[in-house]
């Protein structure tokens, strides 16, 4: 096994090279033994790896050459992931190198363990990046160079990212000269001019007048009504407390919260501020006023469904053939909700009149349940679906697409008022409960409705039934679903 030591901080560049030269050489990853060395290491290496393939440094063109065959994504995954801090990212990194020689698709493999690794350092690396740009505090120094006034700032990041982060810094403080120290290095913006080094460098004494400043807007911007300390500790971590001002006043700020609140309600009642419903009520009494007004607006199914024609709330209306609305009595007792369109209703324009839909008819029919007296309608209103040869295939609508269209869904319960609704599919139940609820669990039993809809039954959709392929459960899932629908059925009639 051959020995390569690199610096703790060495970067794509430095990597690059002694990964261009051992792919050269046909050395496997399990060949190769990446180590961090420093200057009392040095020497320490020196006898092993002079056996074999030294670790001498390479020439300027192998150093600039391009490392084997790989992708723009994998280059940028590769750059990306040799800036964590960690020396387990040099094997790690090659091991990809090398992978990807072989295997183009690796990139896409999700679930690929070095794809794994590779993909938590990247998201920690962009993280890191983020809380620098969200945690750095600048304070002025002393002197200035051609009228342009100079600051300094001091941040403890995680891993090496002073080179990703100095252009952002550079166009936010283009107006100014400034120095961000860190122990792994500095950024130097002066004269229009940036330039990053490797050197460690240890905490200035940081503090000026602006920081008083600072202090007093925190304090007026701090609502103790609204404390949610865990929240809080997610986004501003308690690690980058120590470098930032305005946390110094927070322990008080959160001791005081209570007592605030108490002192905010007593003024709130004490007669010498307007009450909060006197303040709102006209204006919660307009609001409700234009609402009845665009409601009334609607006169019912037929406006909902031409303006249901203009819908472009997702990409679906780009790839159907049309919106199919709701068909039904606008007073039917019995609403049915299924997932969205299939192939045949996105040509014909009508829900269920596909094989689906055959299988419904004939099931209500002898359930005893009168189809043109059932509002039938989608939970989304375009077909979605991905095109193999001739074939349109089926696609489940994602959370995103159910969420644009519930406003639809909702319009045509409030203007059909059924008295029951029965949901076909998970969908469809998820559309109607405004969250992720398992079919399993509710299935079958009439559930007591809301303000917002009336009662309901969950059961599967009908497609479901095609597509098992025993046909023994088909039958069983078949008379499941047959007593469902009875089960909605009687209790319409004895409601």
């Given amino acids: 096994m051959r020995r390569i030591a690199l610096p703790e901080d060495a970067d794509f560049d430095v990597w690059r090279a002694e990964a261009r030269r051992a792919l050269a050489g046909g050395e496997p990853p399990e060949a190769l033994d990446w180590v961090v060395s420093d200057a009392e290491q040095a020497e320490l290496f020196l006898p092993f790896e002079s056996e074999g393939a030294p670790n001498a440094g390479p020439s300027a063109e192998a150093a600039s050459a391009p490392v084997g065959h790989v992708t723009k994504a994998g280059l940028t995954l590769l750059r990306t992931i040799l800036r964590y801090r ?37 998201h920690q690396i962009r993280r890191d990046m983020h809380k620098m740009k969200a945690f750095l505090r600048f304070s002025e120094a002393e002197g200035d160079r051609e009228g342009r006034r100079r600051f300094v700032a001091w941040f403890e990041p ?91 006043l927070i322990p008080q700020m959160l001791a ?32 409700a006023q234009e609402t009845r007004q665009a409601q009334d607006a609607l006169e019912g199914l037929p406006a909902l469904n031409n303006a249901l024609k203009t819908c472009q709330r997702c990409t679906l209306c780009r790839y159907a053939t049309q919106v199919v609305p709701g068909t039904g009595p606008q007073n039917a007792s019995l609403m049915m909700i299924g997932e969205q369109p299939g192939d045949q209703e996105d040509l014909q324009g009508k829900p269920f009149v596909g094989p689906a839909g ?23 209103k375009h077909f979605k679906f991905v095109s193999k040869g ?21 319009q045509e319960i409030a203007l059909v008022k059924p008295r029951l609704i029965v949901t076909l599919g998970a969908t469809a139940l998820q559309a109607l409960e405004g969250r992720v609820t398992r079919l399993g669990v509710t299935r079958g039993h009439i559930r007591e409705g809301s303000d917002r809809r009336p009662p309901s039954l969950a059961t599967i959709h009908p497609s479901y039934l095609l597509r098992l392929p025993d046909p ?24």
């Fill in 86 to 122: 960690d020396p387990a990212r040099f094997a790690l990194a090659y091991r990809l190198l090398w992978r990807m020689q072989s295997e183009p698709a690796l990139l896409a493999i999700a679930t690929d363990p070095d794809i794994r690794d590779a993909t938590r350092m990247e």
């Fill in 158 to 248: 995680d891993h090496f990212i002073l080179e990703s982060v100095a252009p952002f810094f550079a166009e936010r403080f283009s107006d100014m000269d400034w120095l961000i120290l860190t122990p792994i290095g500095s950024i130097l913006f002066e004269g229009g001019k940036l330039s990053c080094t490797r050197t460690p460098c240890e905490k200035p004494d940081l503090q000026d007048d602006v920081e008083t400043l600072w202090h007093g807007y925190y304090q007026s911007i701090f609502n103790p009504a609204r404390i949610k300390t865990k929240a809080m500790r997610s986004e501003m971590p308690t690690k980058y407390w120590k470098n930032l001002p305005e946390t110094r």
């Fill in 256 to 287: 005081n919260a209570e007592s605030r609140v108490a002192a905010m309600v007593a003024l709130q009642n004490d007669g010498s501020a307007p009450g909060f419903h006197e303040r709102h009520q006209a204006e919660w009494t307009r609001r």
């Fill in 358 to 380: 055959q299988v419904l008819d004939r099931i209500l029919e002898e359930v005893g349940i009168d189809r043109e007296a059932v509002f039938l309608t989608n939970a989304v």
């Fill in 390 to 410: 001739r074939r349109r295939i089926h696609q489940t609508p994602d959370r995103t697409e159910i969420v644009a269209c519930s406003s639809w869904l909702e």
């Fill in 472 to 495: 023994q459960r088909a039958r069983e899932e078949e008379q499941r679903f047959k007593q469902e629908l009875t089960i909605a059925r009687d209790w319409l009639a004895a409601s």
